[in-house]
């Protein structure tokens, strides 16, 4: 036998270390061709000039093979010097995409197997491992921690943005109301919680799963030993093991959040550094799509501002793959949510998937009432793997999923994004609800739409309909306040949707047609192929311009890291300086100004109690969202202005920039006034509708922890009062003897506040009858979904009639005529809008 191992010897030192060489020499598989242009110009870059950068993220389309490229930067890593190279992924789905994907092009690679043991070929550097995040970073990592952790030399974080959120992930325990802990935290914070809300404590004990209270950091800082006692109790349960040895000795500086369903702890700010296999890796790399924004990787990951503003692309080409995008709400404003979902749902015979992204599970029960496919959390993998093997009949519905989904080609023709994405986290979603309209909230919903929009395109040759449903997603992507933080390639494409959506509305008007007929369409010209469609897409494609990266929220996030890194350090004036720079160094809005604030204060607690009440209580006076502070807080009463309704109408139409913004507001506003929206979303857009119908608005449980959910001023000492139960399910028959206990507790605090003067009580619910022993000390309305969507109804067609009028010559006599009109007069929402409830029935 020839021994070719021994001529293999003689010529170790010629093996291919340029990752484009390395290519030409592995044994692939005939379907793999020669690296396209776009691969070949990055590798030649990052072997040239980029190989030795410490950070660095790398931009390509998607399906442009970023796969490809990690793997051949690792292995030249390994053919130079034998180096431990490490592939990662968000998930197991990823893991198995990337094991095809190595077999395809011949690049060996390894796996841990049973036992939980790193294999011999990574150790010794002679093949890449590929494995997933969680395998890599939690509290028992079999890579080690602190000073324990093992060498890696070059790391690969493919979807690294979902790796960020994995990572996150790692630091927060959260634990369900079905465990004993849960009901020992409770206990410990029970007192504190009822300080930042009554009403909102009293949802939470009954499990309400959308009302969120977090426990004031002082409170914490307190009670943080009894906690940490009470967690370490249950250190070795599944939900607490994984995180416990990351968090126990920083367990103070910890938040912790509670809902109606779960308790989320988890650190002020991600401890990376307990990863030294990370930190200390010759070179990490993050896989990042073109239309992400990569400034998180800044606080999430500690990489440097430069880094982030300085990726590895290629220049050519500027887009990849064919979104359009349909809004059908601008077609026809008749074309409501629930017309779409009963045209596009129910099973049908067609030769491709269709699948909606929904943000919750209650919005998904819309769908499976027209027996649309819902795909629960552990069967997602086979619910794909049909689709992807041609069962195309149901409509596949995914709840809250907007990244780490493939659904390429065939699997996918027709998407539908329905509504704005939720957060599913309570310390996300508490954030969100302090700072929703900051640059960082804003960027990371864009980001989320972005993901979710990208699901359904997965090359340069696939295409997909975008139907987008649901008034505050519309809004977001077409407000020129929000549509900015999309990147340049999800702008043009959005831009090209609305001018889709005024030629379809041309062409409705123009041959009258049916809205429906119209969007229908335009699907079929996507889906049979259109050359016109396709021709003038590519056109205005071609022309979409970079714009300048803004380093104003990087600057931001590292002066957010670099505070809590001074904090951790136990150098809180320090991390004050660090937050006081930002505020004097940005423009800032009142409720992100409050923001930064209470973060101050949280930091100055250390030094001073007294001076961080008074940096809360300034916080709080800011953005009413906030941590009510010990003290210093007092109830302002709402009072009607001395204007009149019709007036103040006017003046807020005016202050929309004109007919199209204005009804894309308020229909945002009307789409998260629904049953099944989340309670602070429902009631924050509750607040926005009174302002819009001309009345005084407040939320005192929000704004001040006391009082109803929603109170209008409709005339001088005329008031509505209204408590909100977004959540309950529309089945529901009764309203529940606490329930009732809450409308009267706050029909008493409105007594005491304002005395005995009219008052409208509404109990915002999908039930009429009065449940056992549920009994009401006042006259109380009830506002059911049927009632609700009457009075939308009527709000629609009222703002309708502001079409045909030039809104800087509106007359209060025409608006008033319109009220009456369209049953808005303050009246009508009690009579035409409202109903009794219904004595209990054994």
Known sequence: MVDFKKKLQEHQGDRKVHPAEIYDTLDRKSVAGPLRPPQRDLLNKWFDSR???????????????????GLLMLQSRINSSEERCLYVCPNRQLVDQVKLEAQKFGIPICEIKDGN???????????????????????????????????????????SHACIDAIRNSFTVRLPKSEKVYGELLALFSDDLSKQGAGTFLEIEQGYQSSILPVPY??????????????????????????WPLIKDIFDHCHCVFSGSEVELQPHNTAIDAFAFFTNARQRILMSATTQDDSFFIKGLGFSIESVRNPLTSETPKWSGEKMILIPWLVDQTIDREQIIAKLAPPSTKSFGVVALVPSGQRAMDYESYKAKIAKSGDISDALRALRKGNFNETLVLVNRYDGIDLPDEACRILILDGLPHSNSLIDRYEENCRETSDTMNVRQAQRIEQGLGRGVRGEKDYCCMILIGGDLVRFIRSAETNRYFSPQTRKQIA?????????????????????????SLIRQSLNRNPDWKAYYT?????????????????????????????????YEKACETIQNVLDTNVLAARERGWYLQMQARHRYWISGTGSNQLQLSAYNQNRSLLKPREGVSYKLLQSVSSTRASRIIDFAKSQGGYNELVLNVSGMLSNVSFGTPADKFESSLKELGQALGFESQRPDSDYKEGPDNLWVTEPNDYVMFECKSEVKDDREEIVKHEGGQMNTHCAWFENKYGK???????????????????FTHDVRILRKGKLR?????????????RAFDLDTLHEPQVHKWLVHHRLRAEDILNEHTESPRNYQR
């Open 496 to 520: 090209l949707g609305l001018e889709i959506a005024d030629m379809g509305e041309t062409e409705s008007k123009d041959t009258g047609k049916d809205g429906w007929d119209v969007v229908l």
């Open 51 to 69: 190989k030795d950068d410490k950070d660095l993220i790398v931009k390509l389309h998607t399906g442009q093979g970023k796969t490809l490229i």
């Open 539 to 571: 056109t205005q494609m071609d022309s979409i311009t970079e714009g300048p990266l803004s380093s104003r929220l990087h600057n931001l996030l590292e002066a957010e890291r670099k505070a809590e890194e001074f904090a951790m350090a136990g150098q």
């Open 757 to 775: 003067v009219p008052v409208t009580r509404i109990l915002v619910i999908p039930a009429i009858n009065m449940g056992y022993a549920t009994r």
């Open 218 to 243: 002082w409170d914490w800082s307190m009670k943080c030993d009894e906690a940490l006692r009470i967690l370490h109790k249950y250190s070795e349960q599944d939900n607490v093991k994984f995180t």
């Open 117 to 159: 043991i790193l294999p011999d070929d990574f150790s010794t550097g002679k093949r890449i491992l590929v494995t997933t995040i969680q395998k890599l970073f939690n509290g028992r990592t079999i890579f080690g921690l602190n000073s324990k952790s093992i060498k890696i030399d070059n790391i690969v974080l493919d979807d």
């Open 790 to 802: 009457e009075l939308k109804k009527c709000i629609t067609a009222f703002f309708n009639e502001f």
